[in-house]
């Protein structure tokens, strides 16, 4: 979103975050693995959430919700996720970061990310 490499922005992130004695947080190992999952495999990602969002390009979708989609569809793709669970909580996210809507649109994109997924005959290679 700010147009900077990612290890940067990571970087920027967690030096920001300080505990209340001023001593730096630890690194989330879950996240740094899905932020460079998602970058890595982006060429991938962005094409099942295009096809399974009918008429919507990605840059015409919210930001919030375009990364919400980028890191559930990562989830399901590349790790071992129940995809109820990652729905879930991609819904969760939405709800808490972006809007009713967009959950709706989000729930939507995803059960199709989720079917075409489950169809490696409909996945460009």
């Given at each position: 979103?700010?147009?900077?490499p990612v290890?940067?922005?990571?970087?920027?992130?967690y030096?920001?975050?300080?505990?209340?004695?001023g001593?730096?947080?630890?690194?989330?190992?879950f996240?740094?693995?899905l932020v460079?999952?998602?970058t890595?495999?982006?060429?991938?990602?962005?094409?099942?959430?295009e096809r399974?969002?009918?008429?919507?390009?990605?840059g015409?979708?919210?930001?919030?919700?375009r990364n919400?989609l980028?890191?559930?569809?990562?989830?399901?793709?590349y790790?071992?996720v129940a995809?109820?669970?990652?729905?879930?909580?991609a819904l969760?996210?939405?709800?808490r970061f972006?809007?009713?809507?967009?959950?709706?649109?989000?729930?939507?994109v995803?059960?199709?990310?989720?079917?075409n997924?489950?169809r490696p005959d409909?996945?460009?290679?």
């Open positions: 979103m700010r147009d900077e290890a940067a922005a990571m970087e920027a992130f030096g920001s975050l300080t505990s209340e004695e001593v730096p947080a630890d690194r989330d190992a996240a740094d693995e460079t999952g998602v890595r495999e982006i060429t991938k990602i962005d094409p099942e959430i399974g969002s009918e008429n919507w390009k990605l015409r979708m919210a930001a919030v919700d919400i980028r890191l559930a569809v990562y989830e399901m793709a790790k071992s995809p109820a669970i990652v729905i879930d909580e969760l996210l939405a709800k972006s809007g009713e809507t967009s959950a709706s649109f989000i729930n939507g995803l059960d199709a990310v989720k079917r997924l489950e409909l996945t460009e290679p």
